[in-house]
């Protein structure tokens, strides 16, 4: 449980940060240059940062439901 808890704590620094250098490179493409490059790059960060999320959470998930099934198994 413990290793799940630093993952999830890791998962969320590295991909929040990622997800706010896309916003803000987005932001400074569209808006500020309109040089579609920046855009793009931007809005690639940004959603390559939210899918790393989401199977890290599903990682976690399944592992941990996983460990809970032969937990159970072994007090049977």
């Known amino acids: 449980m413990k290793i799940n808890k630093k993952l999830l704590k890791g998962l969320s620094l590295v991909c929040g940060t990622l997800i706010t250098i896309g916003a803000i ?16 790059i931007g809005i690639g960060l940004a959603e390559g940062a939210a899918f790393i999320f989401i199977m890290g959470l599903f990682l976690v998930a399944v592992e941990e439901n996983f460990h809970g099934k032969k937990h159970k198994q072994q007090q049977s």
């Open 25 to 40: 490179m987005f932001i400074y493409g569209y808006i500020v240059s309109a040089t579609p490059i920046v855009t793009a």
